[in-house]
């Protein structure tokens, strides 16, 4: 099997949590022979071999992050430029946001499956994880960690062409919190997050705090 994958991340690839899953993703998805070409929706440049890439393929993934209930634009304006299909194409997607729980990319995974066949492609599901926000800061080792479920999902994929079995749909984690442990999480954000967010913010040359309100 030959898949084209598309990273709808609006990030360049090098700060991309989006490429950092896709790595893991097709080293499991390859290790049977399977290959795959890729290409990113932050390099305009390469949008018309993307294109033809579209039109050639009949496998095809879009891996993309959810920005609170929204898919990325960039992605869509360059969907919007492609013919839809009618050769029996497949396309499947990874959505991954920074909201641990399940419920909170439905939405979005609902809509997926309107894009696929709106793009004139049978739809082959949706692998939906939350929690991902941090990937990009950390250390090559605690990234590898976070990412390296995916290896065993591009394992699935390859076997079944898509994400419709019980390991991926377990693969989301819990759809909602219990209530304490959501009451925990907000102690937590308020406490250890909020610094955790102060560092991140200042490491990438943020000088105002992130409460700073300068319209107020």
């Known amino acids: 099997m030959h898949v084209l994958i598309i990273n709808g991340s609006p990030r360049v690839k090098k700060y991309s949590n989006t490429d950092k899953i896709l790595e893991k993703f097709t080293e499991g998805m390859c290790e049977n022979g399977n290959t ?5 929706v932050s390099d305009r440049n390469s949008w018309n071999d993307m294109r033809k890439a579209f039109n ?13 209930e929204c898919i990325p634009g960039l992605l869509l304006e360059f969907l919007e430029t492609v013919t839809p299909k009618n050769d029996g194409s497949k396309m499947a997607f990874i959505l991954q946001s920074g909201f641990a729980e399940g419920v909170q990319l439905r939405c979005g995974e609902a809509y997926l499956e309107i894009l696929a066949g709106k793009l004139g492609c049978e739809y082959k599901g949706c ?8 990937i990009r800061f950390l250390e090559e ?18 076997a079944n062409g898509g994400f419709d079995s019980d390991k991926c749909r377990k693969f989301t984690g819990p759809e909602i919190f219990p209530a304490y442990i959501r009451a ?3 102690f ?19 000088t105002k705090p992130l409460d700073y309100r300068p319209y107020e």
């Open 36 to 40: 795959f070409e890729q290409y990113e």
């Open 56 to 68: 050639e393929n009949k496998n095809i993934l879009i891996a993309l992050p959810l920005y609170v």
């Open 127 to 134: 692998l939906v994880k939350g929690n991902n926000f941090s």
């Open 141 to 158: 080792k605690d990234r590898d960690k976070t990412t390296l479920p995916y290896k065993e999902m591009g394992r699935e994929f390859a």
């Open 184 to 186: 925990l999480v907000g």
């Open 188 to 206: 937590l954000f308020k406490t250890a997050g909020k610094k955790g967010f102060a560092k991140m913010a200042a490491g990438i040359g943020c």
